[in-house]
């Protein structure tokens, strides 16, 4: 007999945080490089600005969704 498997449910919650993470860094480059490519910029002063800070708020919310722990519905309502 074998034993019932656990379904791995921090591996899919962390794997769709690097998803999340690649979805928002790879949204605020191209938004970066498309703004670069409309000004007609010499240096790529959006694609850096806009990947940069997109890299911040992916990390921003990765650290916030890993720390945030969920009530569960076992704790007093005090």
């Known amino acids: 007999m074998s034993l019932p498997k656990k379904p791995p449910k921090k591996f899919l919650k962390f794997s769709g945080i690097a998803f999340q993470m690649l ?3 790879g949204l605020g480059t191209f938004w970066g490089s ?7 910029t010499e240096t790529p002063f959006y694609t850096l600005i806009f990947s ?5 708020v992916a990390l921003a919310i990765t650290i916030r969704q890993v720390i945030h722990k969920p009530k569960s519905a076992n704790e ?3």
Do not use: N, R, T
């Open 76 to 78: 007093d309502k005090s």
């Open 23 to 25: 979805a928002i860094i």
């Open 34 to 40: 498309h703004l670069d490519q409309k000004y007609a």
């Open 52 to 56: 940069l800070v997109s890299v911040f």
